[in-house]
């Protein structure tokens, strides 16, 4: 998850996530956001990233090593258009004898929003979606191998389409859509999603890759309740530790059987084609096992709340109840607890929100106090009530 909103050209997008913290763009839902603001208003707060110099070497060798018959490559360009906390990503320009060819990079963080970052993870789940019939990023590779460039990366050739963004509302392309196209769009989108939940896909996970294995819920309770420990080592967040509270409450009991979740179901992480069909299915940096309603309630409640703050939405885009309905029938079985999820999906958003912005005010000096005015914080408290 969690880059920064940005611009998005039409027909220039990569298989690269353009995620925001927690689904939430920091300049439009904090106070004193610091960065230069795009066009949309939204203030960009890159995180740490590593020399482009240093990297550039790494990467030349690393490609004279993978593929030696072309030999010798040159690195002509290194372009971020993730600048976020959650991942550094690089599109790679390489000049060989027989040609050029673009390249994606991603490398995990300098300074992260979660405790644990395994791209190992990332790409097992890519491989066990794909062979599900949910498109992925094609030819990805895991180079271990840190002398490279210092770390470990995933690797992928440069594919083109088209990214709906952060706010979809704010994209010219998505707007020039007829509403009927905008449908097509959205229900493309939650078809996807109900492909990817089907149980089957579950059993294409190695064992040990992600947790969620067992007691789902109470295991994401757990893993929720160390978030906030390590992200916030000073004093809690009360609404964030009453939210969970909350959560652990009045947790539902699922009888169905589990799923493999992708974690940021959002449309910014979606490439798709002319014909507005999904290409690819992106950042799968917190995928788990568990309900399939937690990934729905993620993409129904953040729609909900950005709404709730840009004041407007993509016309031909599906009500929540449109939505639920349609995920249905393509899953093949009602939702369960569907209240309770989007609750807990919130607070989980919003968490990893406070979290980003104190990395942010780490990162730029700001007052790290400003995150206890996260508008955000209080639609969580007010759903509470």
Wanted: negative net charge; contains cysteine.
């Amino acid at each position: 998850m969690a880059g920064v909103c940005r611009w998005v050209q039409r027909r220039v997008v990569a298989i690269v996530s353009t995620t925001s913290h927690g689904g939430f763009p920091v300049g439009v839902l904090s106070t004193g956001s610091q960065g230069a603001a795009n066009g949309y208003g939204v203030a960009v707060i890159p995180g740490a990233t590593r020399s482009t110099e240093s990297l550039s070497e790494g990467i030349r060798r690393w490609c004279d090593a993978r593929w030696p018959h072309r030999a010798p490559a040159m690195v002509m360009q290194i372009r971020r258009p993730n600048v976020g906390f959650s991942n550094e990503t690089l599109i790679v320009s390489v000049s060989w004898p027989d040609g050029i060819q673009e390249l994606v990079l991603r490398l995990p963080p300098m300074e992260g929003i979660f405790p644990e970052y395994s791209l190992g993870a990332q790409l097992a789940v890519m491989e066990a979606a794909s062979r599900g019939g949910v498109p992925t990023p094609p030819g990805c590779e895991h180079v271990r191998d840190d002398s490279f460039i210092g770390c470990e990366f995933l690797t992928m050739p440069f594919v083109y389409g088209s990214i709906p963004g952060e706010m979809p509302v704010f994209e010219p392309w998505v707007m020039a859509l007829t509403p009927e196209q905008q449908a097509t769009l959205h229900t493309n989108f939650i078809d996807t999603l109900a492909k990817l939940h089907q149980p089957h896909n579950v059993h294409a996970i190695p064992v040990g890759t992600l947790r969620g294995v067992g007691d789902s819920i109470a295991i994401e309770l757990e893993y929720w309740d160390r978030y906030l420990s390590w992200a916030f080592t000073g004093e809690p967040i009360v609404v964030l530790t009453a939210a969970l509270a909350w959560c652990r409450e009045q947790r539902p009991q699922p009888s169905a059987a589990p799923s493999l979740l992708w974690g940021d179901v959002r449309l910014g992480n979606v490439v798709y084609d002319d014909g507005l069909n999904v290409r690819a299915v992106l950042d799968w940096e917190t995928a788990t096992i568990g309900p399939a309603e937690m990934d729905l309630a993620w993409f129904t409640v953040l729609d909900k709340t950005m709404t709730h703050f840009v004041g407007k939405r993509v016309p031909g885009f599906l009500a929540r109840d449109e939505i639920i309905d349609r995920y249905q029938a393509k899953l093949g079985r009602a939702v369960e607890g569907f209240e309770w999820h989007e609750t807990f999906a919130l607070f989980r958003a919003t968490a990893i929100h406070c979290c980003t912005m104190t990395v942010a005010a780490r990162h730029d000096g700001s007052d790290p106090s400003a995150v206890n005015k996260n508008p955000v914080l209080t639609l969580l408290h007010e759903r509470l009530r």
